[in-house]
């Protein structure tokens, strides 16, 4: 059996699943370890340390006697003691049925068992952190197909984290599409790009889709029996010509003036479906676009597809993420399009946890059943307490990142089953564009330091105070430039 230097020996009481050890050397938090016990080599990952010394107790309330004890005995009698995740033979990380005996040696990683381990996937997504020349890459079939959750603070790294996975996406031809939320991605820089104006051709919407853009809300029942039936006779008569929301205005004005409607109610009710419909025309105008072609028909394998909602209200978004959703649910079904990557931004926005959206729909129908028909959902969130935790417990593949809400930690964790209390306790001191990479995509958990990407992503804290500088400086110059046209044309006159 081979293995690294020994860096502890187990001590106390073990499991077939952990084990305490204790050493001299101090070892790094997530750092690989193995131990060779009943004929097996076994991987472990250490996942909390403590440093003490039994000669500097807890019990010492004056700082005089450490330094004396420290310049009698130094350091040499301070002591590590740790605990190991036993994660399975490094064969077939198959978790042993026998806990390791007291005074088995706790040796580090060797390299080469590492990338065995962590390498063989086809997404590269960084390194380990404990150990910088061991490459982590991600199983991008398992990626796709049982969703990912990539969680963080914000600033913690979670767009520079997508466009790395986009990237390594597009060289696999794969087809990514973008819900950008806040126009981050469209000049990342990517080595084929589609950006996508959100335009939406009304005629290509559900009724459903449409009745919330125009804002007939879901006890106004008259209203919207009326606009389904206006909806639903436009639709059918749509083989000629004319703009769509002209022919429901046409139908909802015909009935308006004929004798169907004797209650007061009822004429109240069609004059404010006349006035919605007229007001969703003005709010949307440049987004609803009865020439547009369908948005799914402008998608293209092998490029980043972002769809631009920077600039469009959380109504509109949550239309158009829902509709593109189900359209691409039905396409793979029928096989009229490749296999789709959907990456939602702000997830916790399109699937709140307390209350129901139309893409929480389809987010929860895709998780449930797009891992048959080849398509995958990424939810990325920096407020996974206020995310849908059906949605999120879908997500088979997590990324996690820097997270310092306990109440956030706790929803994170009640989602993943694989993150460890010990795990979950160091969330709060990564550094940023640090991970814990967990689920079927990577064989064992991953403490990753994410590769850079080296594009242009906006997704980074604005520079505040240089942008006042800049802004100072021109209000400085135009001053300058008018003192010196009034100057000018005082000595013309003169």
């Known amino acids: 059996m081979t293995g690294g230097s020994v860096i502890g020996v187990c001590i106390g009481e073990a499991t077939p699943g952990e084990a305490a050890f204790i050493s001299r050397e101090m070892p790094v938090t997530g750092e690989y370890v193995t131990l060779e016990f009943e004929d097996a080599r076994v991987l472990g990952m250490v996942e909390s340390l403590v440093r003490g010394s039994p000669a500097i107790s807890g019990d010492i309330i004056d700082p005089d006697v450490v330094e004396r004890i420290l310049k009698f005995e130094g350091t040499g009698g301070q002591y590590v003691r740790g605990r190991v995740r036993l994660l399975g033979d490094v064969k077939d990380l198959r978790i042993p049925k026998v806990p390791p005996p007291p005074g088995t040696k706790v040796k580090r990683a060797d390299t080469e068992t590492l990338r065995q381990l962590f390498s063989t996937g086809s997404i590269r997504i960084g390194t380990l952190l404990s150990n910088p020349e061991v490459e982590v890459k991600l199983d991008a079939n398992m990626m796709v197909s049982r969703h990912l959750a990539i969680l963080a603070i914000t600033g913690a790294g979670k767009s520079n984290t997508v466009s790395v996975i986009v990237e390594a996406l597009i060289k696999l031809e794969g087809m990514p599409i973008i819900f950008d939320m806040h126009s981050e991605y469209g000049d990342a820089g990517f080595t084929s790009v589609k950006k996508i104006a959100p335009r939406l051709n009304p005629v290509y919407l559900s009724f459903a889709e449409f009745k919330m853009l125009v804002d007939v809300g879901k006890d106004a029942y008259i209203q919207e029996r009326l606009l389904r039936k206006a909806f639903n006779a436009a639709k059918s008569g749509m083989k000629g010509r004319g703009s769509f929301i002209e022919k429901i205005l046409r139908k909802l004005e015909e009935k308006a003036d004929s004798e169907e409607l004797k209650t007061g109610s009822e004429k109240n009710a069609i004059a404010g479906v006349i006035n919605k419909v007229e007001d969703f025309e003005n709010k949307y105008e440049g987004l609803v676009d009865p020439h547009a072609p369908h948005i799914l ?108 809400e306990p109440s956030d930690q706790r929803h994170v964790q009640q989602s993943s089953e694989r993150l460890s209390d010990d795990l979950l306790a160091q969330l709060s001191s990564l550094n940023i564009g640090e991970a814990i990479t967990l689920g079927l995509m990577t064989k064992i958990p991953a403490l990753v330091k994410i590769d850079k990407y080296p594009g242009k992503i906006k997704g980074g804290d604005p520079d505040i105070t240089g942008e006042w500088k800049k802004r100072a400086q021109k209000q400085r110059q135009l001053k300058k430039q008018k003192k010196a046209e009034i100057t000018d044309l005082y000595t013309n006159i003169i």
């Open 297 to 404: 028909d402008q998608l293209e394998q092998g490029s980043a597809n972002v769809i631009d909602l920077g600039s469009v209200d959380e109504d509109y978004a949550d239309v158009i993420v829902s509709h593109i959703l189900r359209r691409t649910l039905y396409k793979r079904k029928t096989g009229d399009m490749p296999p789709a990557f959907c990456i939602i931004e702000e997830a916790h926005i399109l699937a709140p946890a307390k209350r129901p959206t139309h893409s929480k729909y389809w987010i929860d129908r895709i998780a449930r059943e797009g891992r048959k028909f080849g398509v995958g959902l990424c939810l990325v969130s920096q407020r996974p307490k206020s995310l849908d935790q059906n949605s999120l417990s879908q997500a088979n593949n997590t990324i996690i990142m820097r997270l310092i």
